[in-house]
């Protein structure tokens, strides 16, 4: 007999029994005192494809999720909004040194009564801003009043954000 027994519903079935049988030790079991084979291919293989298709989701809601977080923390880096190659005071400067009537039409005043207002402005004390000289100050303003445009189109049209054109 064999040396080592295998316990099966609670009937021991000796080793060389079951191998003489030629049966895999998985799949064999002892019913009524005969050794009998398992055919449990076709439980396992639904099992295994409906863990394997419950392994596919996860994995799909984890890389989802983590993407999430990925989107939500990252910074993007700004682009830039005023882009145009002539700034405002580019702009003003052009007026300044283009034809009489478009300064005219454009900000409705004449050169010269746009230069009085600058010094004007000047000697009652208002100067440059940090980064907006006083044409391109009064540039905005007059600009503003002539058209009527709203502040975000009046900064496009003098590249500045829209609380450098408010203030």
Partial sequence: MAEHPLDIDEEFV???TIVDCGQDVDKVEVIDGEIKEIDDTYPMTQFRSRF???FEALYAISVTIIEAI???TQRAEPIPYHTSILSGEGWMLELLN???ERICTELGIHKHVFK???DEL???GFNHSKHVTLKEQLGIFLYTA???LTIRHVGERFQRSNSTISK
């Fill in 14 to 16: 000796e080793w060389d």
């Fill in 116 to 118: 009085i207002l600058v």
């Fill in 98 to 100: 283009g034809h009489p």
């Fill in 70 to 72: 990925a989107l939500a």
């Fill in 122 to 124: 000047q000697r009652h």
């Fill in 52 to 54: 394997k298709l419950q």
């Fill in 146 to 148: 002539v058209t009527g």
